[in-house]
């Protein structure tokens, strides 16, 4: 048994579907954030660019986390890390989205205008849920042909969905699909799954021994293991167990979490016997056999069942529509 925290000296935690859903926080999620070791600094990162860091922190606060808005690293702040090395200093930037990438954008010098007649130095692209047409086709008109080609285009995410209180929503990707498709180009990304965002949180926090709290396999995890950290992929936002077991390589977390209560608990050690025939993975008193490409459970259940699973499926080597995985493993 070991415990995530183990050798970390900065949480850093994505937000839609770990903290909260929509307005309301996830169920343990404050008070488990609140209980960490006060040695240990708390970031919080998040792909919406719709929301300030001070807006971002308000709204945490008032979920009843100790969070001030230098705590909150959003894509939009990595956005512009990135737009500085592309543009000069003060130039004027093409805005599609809202105040999360105005007030950056304002903070860092450069001005802001929602219309190509200005003639923009870059474009830059967030989500907001008051984007439209008439929006993304001013991205597009200045991006395209020969006089927009070399014009920078910098989007904060590509998240294709975003989880709401009522379900879950199309997200910044669809919106950065519009414009590709228009103009046949693609931008540079600021948020997860790119290093940048983390290597934002890196330079804010002091630290890179960190780990990531993610609900998402393709932004969060991913991000993670291209930043050279270690994750938890918490059960409390879109990917559930099915998306675990089918898990590409790159999109693997280090641990696998019903809630952010696991973060005060032991973590169980996998272990994995070669019987000759089959291959037998253990976490605790859940028990997965392989035997060539066939999956079976002996015992278990819950999230063990599911760590235990996950390793078996992992190590197998073979992708996951090459195996006969039982049902019980992610019902």
Do not use: C
Not at 165 to 172: D, I, V
Not at 216 to 243: E, F
């Amino acid at each position: 048994m070991s415990s995530v925290l183990r050798e970390i000296d900065v949480v850093l935690a994505d937000l839609d579907g770990v903290i909260y859903r929509g307005p309301n926080a996830i169920e343990y999620a404050v008070e488990s954030i609140n209980a960490l070791d006060s040695a240990i600094r708390v970031g919080y990162l998040t792909n919406n660019a719709s929301r300030s860091d001070a807006t971002v922190a308000a709204h945490l606060s008032d979920l009843g986390l100790r969070v001030a808005p230098e705590d909150v690293v959003t894509s939009p702040q990595a956005a512009m890390t990135l737009l500085a090395e592309l543009v000069p200093a003060g130039s004027t930037i093409l805005v599609v989205g809202g105040e999360g990438l105005t007030v950056e954008l304002e903070r860092r010098g450069f001005i802001v205008t929602r219309t190509g007649d200005d003639n923009p130095a870059a474009v830059v692209q967030g989500f907001d849920p008051s984007v439209g047409w008439l929006q993304l086709a001013e991205a597009a008109f200045v991006l395209g042909g020969e006089a927009g080609a070399s014009i920078p285009w910098v989007a904060t995410n590509t998240d294709w969905t975003i989880p709401q209180a009522r379900g879950t929503a199309p997200g910044n990707g669809t919106l950065v699909s519009a414009v590709h498709t228009a103009v046949g180009r693609l931008p540079v990304v600021a948020g997860k799954p790119e290093v940048a965002i983390f290597d934002e949180a890196f330079r804010r926090f002091g630290s890179r021994r960190a780990l990531m709290l993610g609900d998402r396999l393709d932004t969060d995890i991913l991000g993670a293991n291209r930043a050279g950290i270690p994750s938890v992929l918490v059960l409390t936002g879109i990917d559930q167990a099915k998306q675990v077991l089918a898990a590409v390589p790159d999109q693997r977390p280090t641990y696998i979490v019903d809630d952010l209560r696991s973060l005060h608990e032991d973590y169980p050690e996998t272990m994995t016997v070669d019987e000759g025939d089959s291959v037998l993975t253990i976490v605790r008193d859940a028990r997965v056999r392989r035997r060539a490409h066939v999956i079976t459970v002996e015992s278990g259940s819950g999230i063990d069942l599911l760590r235990a699973g996950a390793a078996a499926i992992w190590n197998s080597g073979a992708a996951i529509y090459g195996l006969d995985v039982p049902a019980e493993l992610y019902s």
